[in-house]
């Protein structure tokens, strides 16, 4: 029988809530997630110096050259780069905005070295009292988390993939790996497969655009990563 993983969560803001005045990812777009009582998505990267910030890409701009964030500082970071995004935040800082107030789903990013990344991670968790949930591209980090975090978390599949000879589909594998949800994206529904995978586990879909997209993934999951082009933010 399938756990109800995702009991009262149905949206999950991609990156926070953010749009031309708030970046995403940003403790502004954050703030904003929690006073709409709404879940929120974010991603994490490990610095050189072993800080864990709030980014998506794996890279900034320096002076129109990509720099690998892995190969930077914090305080190089804000410093000494011009970047897109000026308010890139510390892990920990994001953790301590949303208190507890509404759920996190993290996505583990794969840049760095396996392993780098997921013990600095557990060492900030292992502190923090309220709920989340985490994701992965990289299996070896969800089974290893899965050993030492009292957390659920699951499986990002990639757009790329070829999803119809992957062994993902199986919920038995699934199970024997200890796999708590599935994360899938959209673009790739419909598809029988996972309408009938989602009656084992959880499933969830990214990234949602608008209500439309959202009625359409209905029969597929049981909540959606939903980027917030259609949400007013005062």
Not at 11 to 20: D, P, S, T, Y
Not at 81 to 95: G, H, R, S, V, Y
Not at 115 to 121: N, P, R, V, Y
Request: net charge positive; with cysteine; charged share 30%.
């Amino acid at each position: 029988m399938k756990k109800n993983l995702f009991k009262d969560i149905s949206i999950i803001a991609h990156r926070g809530l953010h749009n031309q005045k708030i970046s995403e990812n940003s403790i502004l777009a954050f703030r904003e997630a929690c006073k709409k009582n709404m879940p929120i998505e974010l991603d994490i990267h490990l610095l050189q110096d072993h800080n864990i910030i709030v980014y998506h890409d794996d890279y900034v701009k320096v002076k129109n050259k990509k720099k690998p964030l892995k190969e930077i500082t914090y305080q190089q970071l804000q410093t000494n780069f011009p970047i897109n995004n000026p308010e890139i935040p510390l892990f920990k800082t994001a953790l301590e905005e949303v208190n507890g107030k509404v759920p996190i789903l993290i996505e583990i990013k794969t840049d760095q070295k396996f392993k780098k990344l997921e013990k600095e991670t557990i060492k900030i968790l292992k502190n923090y009292k309220g709920l989340y949930f985490i994701q992965s591209f990289r299996l070896r980090s969800i089974l290893y988390l899965k050993r030492k975090l009292h957390c659920k978390i699951g499986l990002l599949i990639h757009t790329k993939t070829n999803t119809q000879k992957n062994w993902f589909f199986n919920p038995i594998i699934l199970k024997i790996l200890k796999i708590d949800f599935l994360s899938y994206p959209f673009k790739n529904i419909p598809n029988k497969k996972i309408e009938k995978l989602n009656k084992k586990i959880p499933v969830l879909l990214w990234t949602i655009h608008n209500e439309k997209e959202q009625k359409c993934a209905e029969n597929y999951c049981d909540a959606v990563i939903f980027e917030n082009t259609s949400c007013e933010i005062n």
